[in-house]
């Protein structure tokens, strides 16, 4: 279905969408629930905006893998304080989402938020890949992490992925790393493991005189509190929080990602109004900046428009980073972004009032 078909006919089109079944074959095969679940009388998750109803069954599994039922109750599924996550040492620069902005570039908040005041040559970023994620997008760039968290599923937990808490602290204390950046799959689901660590490494930062940024890449549909938990250790370590918004109409938004639009846009409002307030605390550094895939066909100018005139309402030195796209996953009938296309939604995003605009990934255009 077309983006416009979505736009005028949302109803019918997302039932052509959903009878497809494409996205729920390929989840089912690798061991998660093909749909957000819906048990009767089962246990509410409060994590994200999907607030799962998980069957009371052994080992049944919310949406995004991370959590399942287990003695009578929600547990992560590898236990408390452990998590199915990798990680590994990104040397700056990195290619990240707020590389045009973050600390580790630009030198921006030295002496309190970076150790130099130009590029941080020779230190590193720790970029810790969760697996698991509230949402299923069709084009997600970064499938393997539904494997990974489908295996979690299957074998009760017990796979080569599992990390303790602590030891992501240790990791963190490595004297190169500068930032630490929480992606996958999605930060969300594990916010309890990760928040358990980045308050241990601010801490010791704080003690040490040290430098430990915490970032965040997420899709932004959390439950508020663990946003507002989230943003604010961001805040005080001279991190940035990247909400990935996927798109502004709902239908369009449901048909990519697999989750009630309706309420995934609205939580997204509330949470990127929740941590731009939060910003305003520490101006020399944004703390909310927001990415948004091209598409190509979906997320076109008018997606793009609607969410900068939204952004631009909260504070219009929020950046806006559009990223192009290549084909991966479930969508590999579409090419990478056109030239034109990218252009278009620059022009859209400075019209609608945001200063500070940037396409990422510009390799990739058509």
């Not at 494409?22 to 905006?49: M, Q």
């Not at 968290?149 to 030891?167: I, L, M, Q, T």
């Not at 430990?212 to 439950?223: I, L, Q, S």
């Amino acid at each position: 279905m077309c983006a416009e078909c979505l736009r005028c006919r949302p109803s019918e089109s997302l039932r052509v969408v959903k009878s497809l079944g494409v996205r729920e074959g390929f989840r089912v095969d690798v061991g998660l629930p093909a749909n957000v679940p819906r048990s009767e009388g089962g246990f509410r998750c409060g994590l994200c905006v999907n607030e799962c109803l998980v069957p009371r069954e052994e080992g049944a599994s919310g949406f995004c893998g991370a959590w399942v039922f287990r003695g009578g109750g929600l547990v992560p599924v590898s236990g408390y304080g452990r998590a199915v996550v990798e990680w590994y040492f990104d040397p700056h620069p990195t290619n990240c989402v707020a590389a045009h902005f973050c600390p580790a570039v630009t030198g921006a908040g030295f002496p309190e938020f970076a150790v130099r005041p130009g590029l941080e040559e020779g230190y590193v970023n720790l970029a810790v890949f969760f697996a698991g994620c509230g949402l299923d997008c069709v084009f997600c760039q970064n499938w393997q992490h539904k494997v990974m968290a489908g295996e979690a599923v299957r074998r009760g937990g017990r796979v080569p992925w599992v990390r303790d808490w602590s030891e992501l602290v240790e990791a963190a204390m490595d004297p190169r790393v500068t930032c630490i950046c929480y992606f996958g799959g999605d930060p969300g689901p594990h916010a309890p493991f990760a928040l358990r660590a980045s308050n241990e490494v601010v801490r010791r930062a704080r003690e040490g005189g040290l430098v430990k940024r915490v970032c965040w890449e997420t899709n932004g549909v959390e439950h508020p509190g663990l946003m507002r938990a989230m943003a604010r250790l961001s805040l005080i370590s001279g991190g940035i929080v990247k909400v990935d918004w996927k798109a502004w109409t709902p239908s369009v938004y449901e048909a990519l990602t697999g989750v009630n639009g309706e309420k995934a846009v609205k939580r997204l409002m509330v949470n990127t109004a929740l941590v731009a307030r939060m910003g305003r605390e520490r101006p020399e550094i944004p703390l909310l900046t927001v990415s948004v895939l091209l598409v190509p066909e979906y997320v076109d100018a008018e997606e793009v428009r609607r969410i900068s005139e939204y952004l631009a309402s909260l504070d219009t030195d929020v950046p806006l980073v559009l990223l192009a796209f290549h084909p991966d996953h479930l969508m590999n009938d579409v090419g990478t972004t056109p030239r034109r296309q990218a252009e278009e939604c620059v022009r859209e995003a400075r019209n609608a009032g945001l200063k500070h605009v940037y396409v990422g990934n510009v390799w990739l255009l058509q």
